[in-house]
């Protein structure tokens, strides 16, 4: 598969900015434009994929393991009951899991997203990193 002209593998090469949360080897966790919640965040492997179960059982793997070490920072920045997980890949077709700060049945929504202050935006990322190298 390749990645040629793919939004979310320019954005980890770094020629879109991003307000990124977390990196490793083979993934980058970042801020959605809109988010569904403050603290929503975006969870892309670094290898352009295009769909979630097509993916190698390695990488798979490793996606839900870095899905798993952000949501405990994202509920404790965020005091959110629970994350939420969607994967939907339409929007962009590269690989992205949503993990989305939720109290309540309804608040995975996509249909509530909205853009939230930048200095809002800039703390929670802020909070999130740290969180995250603790």
């Given at each position: 598969m390749s990645g040629e002209g793919c939004l979310f593998c320019a954005l980890v090469a770094g020629?879109?900015?991003?307000?990124?949360?977390?990196?490793?080897?083979?993934?980058?966790a970042f801020f959605p434009l809109k988010h569904i919640e403050p603290g929503h965040?975006?969870?892309?492997?670094?290898?352009?994929?295009?769909?979630?179960f097509d993916?190698?059982?390695?990488?798979?793997?490793?996606?839900?393991?870095?899905?798993?070490?952000i949501a405990p920072a994202i509920r404790a920045v965020t005091g959110a009951a629970r994350v939420g997980i969607a994967v939907e890949g339409f929007?962009?077709?590269?690989?992205?899991?949503?993990?989305?700060?939720?109290?309540a049945l309804n608040d995975l929504n996509p249909a509530r997203e909205q853009a939230i202050a930048d200095e809002r935006a800039d703390a929670l990322a802020a909070a999130l990193r740290a969180a995250l190298q603790s």
């Open positions: 020629r879109i900015p991003a307000r990124r949360v977390y990196e490793d080897a083979a993934h980058v965040t975006l969870l892309v492997p670094k290898r352009h994929a295009d769909y979630v993916m190698a059982e390695a990488d798979y793997q490793a996606l839900w393991t870095a899905a798993r070490r929007s962009v077709p590269h690989v992205h899991v949503h993990l989305v700060p939720i109290n």
